[in-house]
């Protein structure tokens, strides 16, 4: 277990649904927190409304220029969590070449822009924890999950080669792959259904995953937990029995 007393942490992506979860999380057990996300103002509202120190930033993720001086402004930190954006998936009937490639440039890049700015450092230092997060739509191919999964995939095989690279020095490399996140449960406002689907988890309890996550030397997990495994047992499946069995999106 790590001792998160006194710990900083940088966030990128913190204004989606698990971003502020977590940021809520970490901060409860004392870490000190850098928030960016696309809306500057809503990061400086999370982080007035965070129990712990917490400061937000702006760095566009799309431009590494303005990356590798968000990550000057914000310092020496602990670790780096990398959240994707989690919209954004076409199918073959509605194909939009330019808005594929405007979420694969805005996942992918974001998180080599990430890497690229932070990474350096952490080598040179021989300490860091670099967390980037992708989903289960990363590790095969489904219906209506073009560019999305296309970049998630993408997001997956980098921190693959990062962990190959850094696994045997000072640098904790980690990936976590989460279903689908919602920022709330309907069950809690009288809503249908009577059930969460089986890939779909509340920011809440995605963020308790990743926390968790955090605290453990495994490189790579994937949540909630039973379709994680299944998920990721499929791709030792043949091609015929997997697509017969995965019609839709995870």
């Known amino acids: 277990m790590i001792e998160w007393q006194g710990k900083r942490y940088w966030i990128i992506g913190a204004g989606s649904a698990l971003g502020r979860a977590l940021a809520d999380q970490l901060s409860r057990v004392g870490a000190e927190l850098v928030l960016t996300s696309s809306d500057l103002a ?43 954006d989690g919209e954004g998936g076409f199918g073959a009937s509605n ?15 974001g998180a080599l822009n990430t890497v690229g700015a932070v990474l350096p450092g952490m080598v040179k230092a021989d300490s860091g924890h670099l967390l980037l997060v992708a989903g289960l739509s990363a590790y095969r191919g489904l219906p209506g999950e073009i560019g ?7 997001i997956m095989h980098l921190a693959e080669e990062l962990y190959a690279d850094l696994r045997n020095t000072g640098v904790n490399v980690q990936l976590a792959c989460p279903g689908h996140v919602i920022a709330a449960d309907p069950l809690e406002h009288g809503d249908t259904p009577a059930a969460l689907p089986p890939s779909v988890m509340t920011a809440d309890a995605a963020a308790r995953e990743l926390f968790e996550h955090m605290n453990d030397e495994v490189f790579q997990k994937s949540f909630p937990t039973m379709r994680g495994w299944v998920v990721r047992l499929s791709q030792l499946m043949p091609n015929w029995l997997y697509y017969r069995l995965f019609r839709s999106q995870l």
Request: avoid cysteine; aromatic fraction near 4%.
């Open 148 to 154: 999305y999964g296309t970049s998630m995939a993408a």
């Open 95 to 109: 194909w939009d070449t330019a808005e594929i490639e405007r979420v694969i440039d805005r996942n992918l890049k």
């Open 42 to 84: 809503a990061m400086e509202q999370l982080a007035e409304l965070l129990p712990g120190k917490a400061e937000a930033l702006e760095a566009d993720v799309s431009d590494p220029g303005a990356m590798r001086a968000g990550a000057a402004k914000a310092g020496t930190v602990d670790g780096v969590i990398y959240l994707p």
